[in-house]
């Protein structure tokens, strides 16, 4: 495995800048760098790689042909945080939804009449979805050769999948019960229950099946948009705009909307569906008509053809063992980091609102059932402001983290600012260049990658203490410290993927 690892980094370096050099800059030492053997290579790529300073690139292409033009490529143009913003914002309206779906979704099935031990097959549609569909649609989408873009089909298309299916979940009783009473079915039957259910986690399966469509749109779009060196701000504008949608979503859940948004539906389920409708609805609006992808026409035909399904993911199942080195210890992480996930994110709700009812039930067993009713309504309250305090920690560290982290890529600043503006800086007074005031903010050494994993001790300590947790605040205080590991998985992974993919892009248009 070593030995096939060290021939494909030996192939690509034919074709790109090397990566194994190292050197000090200087011309009269370019030719006594030495090599650095396949285990110093192998860490120097996960912890430099493909985010190499800009200084390092141009002396290597220098190197590589003296005298060559340089070709600007004006997708790596630094961009303002106004663009970056509407690039990121429709995650945020997606989030709401799926911030509906997480925080309400069970508390509405189990309304419905459905099991919890049925509940783990429903959940499962997650993760099911994303794996089969996120990495379809991005071979769709990268082979799309639409003039108005590759991406705005699947965002669209999307959108209006998750719009249809988040109204049909929120109305599937009145939907299936007014169908079947067409034909004299009696609504309150129990082979009406049994068929309003089974609709309604059909409904899950589609809503997750287009919820994940528009999120893998959107973050290939943001990959496409994004120059190299601002991918990693891309992700954390993302996730800052994740946490937003979250707060929002968890704030709508924990207020009694039928009070306030009677117009909107009934019921407080049907209101809240009606709200992330609008919100996702507005922000890929705006990231479409504001935002305008490359035309994909100039890149010529795709190379491969569209594969079949089944054909498709024997191919996924091939790619994985050539994956960069950098690329597959990502996804090793992530999988077994999710694993730890889902559970809270499904089942925070239920965990949070059975410590709560236990004291109840405990000093009045015998609960009528309207009684019980409002308990465990109460009880799903305050499982959704601990999710909400969850979010609100997570927006927290995904504004404020940014500015203490070392950034990978070493790009250099804008310092033009428009007329009328100022840009607070500093002068470095040991290399003579202009710096901006945040930069001294950033402590040296502390890079994405070591935040990463400083934030999956810190969840892993968290699980280990629910075990003995008794009380609703205590719970609260340990959903909410995993706030930060959520924040850094919304935002790490990607950031380090999206970089990658992305400076491979623009060297590939660059030959």
Known sequence: MAASS????AGDRAGRPSLAPLHDGSPSRAGSSRLLTAEQDRDRIHESSPLLSSNESNEDGAGSGAGASTIVDETQTTKSLWYMTMLTISIGGLQIAWSVELSNGSPYLLSLGLSKSLMALVWIAGPLTGTLVVPYVGVLGDNCRLPWGKRRPFRVGGTVATVLGLLFLAWA???VAGILGIFGADPASD??????????????YVLDIAINTVQAAIRAFMVDC?????????????????GIGNIVGFIAGYVNLPEHLWFLGDTQFKILCAIACIALGLTIALSTALIHERDPRIDGPPTKKTPGIVPFFFGIFKSIKRLPPQTKRVCQVQFYAWVGFFP??????SYIGEIYVQPYLEENPNMTPEELEVLFEQATRIG??????????????????????????DSRPVLASAPGETTAVFKDLANGERRPFLEYLRIPGFTLKRAWFGSLVLFAGAMFCTPLVRSVEAATALIAVAGVTWAMTL??????ISAEISRRDALHRAR
Do not use: C
């Open 226 to 242: 994004a120059p190299a060196h601002q991918q990693e701000l891309a992700n954390a504008m993302a996730s800052r705009l994740t």
């Open 6 to 9: 060290q021939s494909e980094d």
């Open 491 to 496: 935002w790490a992974p990607w950031a380090i």
């Open 344 to 349: 809270l994110l499904f089942y925070t709700s």
């Open 173 to 175: 009783k009145e939907i």
């Open 384 to 409: 959704t402001f601990a999710l909400l305090i969850n979010a609100i920690v997570s927006l927290l560290t995904n504004v404020f983290l940014p500015f203490f982290i070392a950034p990978t890529f």
């Open 191 to 204: 082979g009406v229950k049994v068929v309003i259910i089974t609709a309604a986690v059909i409904g899950i």
